[in-house]
């Protein structure tokens, strides 16, 4: 009987610990009517007047942001711009089974599309900086994280829209996921001729999009929002039919693709571990690195200069990949001397390692002589003067036969410091009285405008 009381006891417990779990996890906590978070989200899909408006300005902003490659631009860009809208409308029609509202969610998310790639485009046609920037070239091609970003944003921002309290998670949503950027980069591929850029680029925005519509569906699956009832049964099986190939076709290349992606990240980074652990010469140097990916045969190719490095040790190394679970993957050394190799382009990357490495330090120094060339400057200026000041200063004192003055660096010897001074010498024909040197001083003071000065008095023999 006691055994039954613990056991019960235990029970309790854990269904306690359970329902105190569920309802911190509750989603339906605090929800919005279904039909009122449906509105909102469908008040948000058309671009008409001034959301078409709105957004062609924050394509240019988020242009000149990613031209300029400054970062705070581009996320002012990202909060103003209203492409959230036909993306969340795409992912609820297909959870509630409206083929209208898919229609017309894709109808406006082309057009969004088309006006963002072409507005960048005129952009980029114009500008006078044509190099592509740091912030432009993260956005040609996706990683493991968008995907990560996409999906997890994505599920934020429904789950923040179906809230009674809005907050402010659908534009975070936008900035995180970096909606805009890519398309204004696939302007910037079409202006300038750079197909990669722009496949890479829309390719970003497409799995964005996919993975945002995704999260999407699956929280308005999970919180059972109602679904468009129709009259006549056979049209409600043909719109749930469409709903489900469209769903079929959208998700599975997408899962394809984010396959590819994940797998490409991994064995990018255990090619990079494996250069920085493996290819470590002690009389040779790699000068530059490429990283080819393919499914079925990838390639780490290296330029190295030094002593030349032997095919057995190559061979041991290609041998090692496998260690680094890099397989399929063949390596390429090229050194120089070997058949093929452009020493010109080896020179050239190893002038362009040079400069990336000191681009700092050639900053500083330049800094550095900007300042000497100002101090000079300033004392040549200071030196012209003295003959001036030397001059004015004879008018009210004639006896006054030297006379200069300068900065000077004065130790304190008591408390362990030093400052600089303005310092006068002044050297008189027979000695001067205390009015007299006062005189000087006080006007030496104006003259110069100084707070504080020395004068230092001598007089001739």
Not at 42 to 66: C, D, H, M, R, Y
């Amino acid at each position: 009987m006691e055994e039954k009381r613990k056991t019960i006891g235990i029970r309790n417990k854990i269904m306690d610990v359970l329902i105190f779990f569920k309802d911190r996890f509750d989603l339906h906590e605090g929800k919005e009517d279904e039909i009122e978070t449906i509105e909102y989200i469908k008040k948000n899909v058309e671009f008409k007047g001034a959301n078409l408006w709105i957004l062609i300005f924050a394509i240019i902003v988020a242009s000149v942001g990613l031209n300029v490659n400054s970062t705070a631009v581009i996320i002012g860009a990202m909060l103003i711009s209203p492409l959230m809208g036909p993306i969340m409308g795409i992912g609820l029609a297909a959870g509630i089974n409206d083929f209208d509202l898919l229609k017309k969610s894709l109808k406006n998310l082309g057009i969004s599309i088309l006006i963002s790639i072409l507005t960048s485009t005129i952009y980029f046609s114009f500008t006078p900086l044509a190099d592509a920037q740091s912030e432009l070239l993260a956005r040609t091609e996706p990683s493991i994280w968008d995907v990560l970003i996409a999906l997890f944003g994505g599920l934020a921002g429904i789950v923040a829209g179906s809230r009674k309290e809005k907050s402010n998670a659908i534009p975070g949503v936008a900035i995180a996921t970096a909606l805009m950027p890519p398309l204004c980069t696939a302007g910037y591929g079409l202006a300038t001729g750079n197909f990669y850029y722009f496949f890479g680029a829309f390719y970003l925005f497409f799995i964005n999009s996919v993975f945002i519509s995704l999260s999407t569906y699956l929280i308005v699956r999970f919180m059972k929002f109602p679904k468009k009832e129709f009259m006549d049964r056979k049209r409600e099986r043909t719109v749930r039919n469409y709903i489900t190939i469209f769903t079929i076709l959208t998700i599975v290349p997408s899962v394809y693709l984010a396959y590819n992606i994940v797998t490409r990240t991994l064995w990018e980074k255990n090619a990079k571990q494996f250069i920085k652990t493996e290819l470590d010469f002690p009389r040779a140097q790699i000068i530059a690195s490429t990283l080819i990916f393919d499914a079925d045969s990838s390639g780490i190719e290296v330029s190295v200069i030094g002593d030349r490095i032997e095919e057995e040790q190559i061979q041991l190394l290609q041998k090692k990949l496998i260690a680094f679970n890099l397989p399929k993957t063949h390596l390429k050394i090229k050194q120089s001397g070997d058949n093929g190799t452009d020493m010109n382009i080896l020179r050239s990357d190893i002038l362009k390692d040079l400069y990336e490495r000191n681009e700092v330090l050639i900053q500083n120094k330049d800094q550095k002589i900007a300042l000497l060339e100002r101090e000079i400057a300033e004392y040549d200026q200071s030196t012209k003067q003295v003959m001036d000041i030397a001059k004015e200063a004879q008018i009210n004192h004639r006896n006054l036969e030297t006379f200069t003055i300068n900065r000077a660096v004065i130790a304190n010897l008591k408390d362990e410091k030093q400052d600089t001074l303005l310092l006068a010498f002044a050297k008189f024909k027979s000695k001067p009285n205390k009015d007299e040197t006062k005189r000087l001083t006080d006007w030496l003071k104006i003259r110069t405008k100084a707070d504080t000065i020395a004068v230092i008095i001598e007089t001739g023999s």
